[in-house]
């Protein structure tokens, strides 16, 4: 199909582009996002289907790892730009060289959820990021952001996310107190002042995971929602793990239990 090439800052299809690369609202309002790099651009082909459509750095298109991309994507509309709009687009230091615009999956939740977690005002793209990858990673079921969340689609979090958002169901804006009442199983929150330790909780059954804000953590009211206080022991001279790390642990000690039972 013909390539457009793009050089020009008022052409409407980049200024669109700009705005879904910069605007939570515009991601919103379109349900469209852009993903950042080949790895995403082949896990949304392999989990979710084609993108809508490519979008190449001028210098980029005979990078092997993008031709090839482009090769298995012959049908996808195809754009390209100069170098110095393609930069414009992309938060990153260093550019892919390719985008592609997607319509926003929403993942269907498991009729019998097994294992969540509730991210409470989490608003560190990174942090993120980095949760809903190790969610992904460790089977969770579902992860519920209240509203005060980074957007769990901004080019930040999908690049942190590394494919979970196709992996895991995302819901946004929920109201996380009536979440946890609602949840048929553990609710574990964990806090400096739990009552018991993370690793002598029976984690095997179906449980929900509270994960709080980077400075301030869990709410009162969340907190009373809670069905368990748990602390992560911490030798070291250290206060306190920041939310990816604990989320982390929490996570892969509740896959470290259901191995151990399903053991032989």
Known sequence: MPVKLIS???NSLYKSLKKLAQSARERR?????LLDGVHL???H???????????????AQDKPEVRGLLERLPDVALIVLSDALFGELTPVDTPSGVLAQVALPELPLPQ????VVLLEALQDPGNLGSI?????????????????CADAWSPKVLRGGMGAHFALAIREDVDLVAAAQAFAGEVVVTSLQGEISLF????????????????????QTLQQAAT??????MPGEVESLNAAAAAAVCFFERVRQRQSTLAP
């Open 45 to 59: 082909t392999e989990r979710i289907g084609p993108p809508e459509m490519l979008v190449v750095a001028h210098a």
């Open 29 to 33: 309002k379109s349900g469209k996002a």
């Open 41 to 43: 651009i082949v896990a």
């Open 200 to 219: 002598d909780l029976d984690l095997s059954g179906t449980v929900a995971f509270v994960i709080g804000n980077e400075g301030a953590g869990v709410s």
């Open 112 to 115: 019998a959820l097994q294992c």
């Open 228 to 233: 368990r206080r748990v602390r992560i022991p």
């Open 132 to 148: 809903l990858r190790s969610a992904a990673a460790a089977g969770v079921d579902a992860a519920y952001l209240s509203p005060g």
């Open 8 to 10: 020009s800052r008022d």
